[in-house]
């Protein structure tokens, strides 16, 4: 397996949620164009998730790594 991206471009509109998971909290919506920092990335009940942050600053969460 390939080590992951340090950082990722957004292509379409996603969600930054407070924790894993789809039933979490969403935080904030990034645009497409993005840029997000990689915090690390889990693998929960079966989805694939990365902590990231906004390049530059702004609230840490996690988005499904599927649309990374």
Known sequence: MAPAPRQWEVTTRLNLR???????????????????????????KGRSWCKVQQLGGGPTGYVAAKYL
């Open 18 to 44: 407070a924790h894993p998971g789809t039933s979490a909290k969403v935080l904030t919506q990034f645009r497409s164009g993005t840029i997000l920092d990689n915090q690390g990335c889990q693998s929960v």
